[in-house]
């Protein structure tokens, strides 16, 4: 997927290079790691969520005795 892109791609299309492949490629690469962030931003998220819900449950049990 990633084959190919270095920093020298990226340059010489800055510089008006013919390389749209390995741009198209590099771009590729960009959306799938932000979507893989967003991922795991949001795993992140549905963990601090469970914890918290795990909290209130002890603070409950604890209230209770």
């Known amino acids: 997927m990633a084959r190919g892109i270095t ?3 990226p340059v ?11 741009t198209s490629e590099l771009l ?5 790691l932000t979507s893989a962030m967003q991922g795991m931003l949001q795993g992140m998220q549905y ?6 819900i ?12």
């Not at 795990?54 to 005795?65: A, I, P, T």
């Open 47 to 52: 963990i601090q969520n469970a914890l918290e």
């Open 54 to 65: 795990v909290e209130q449950r002890v603070q409950v049990l604890e209230n209770e005795q």
């Open 7 to 9: 920093l020298a791609s």
């Open 28 to 32: 590729s690469v960009i959306k799938s």
């Open 12 to 22: 010489a299309f800055v510089k008006g290079g013919n390389i749209v492949d390995d």
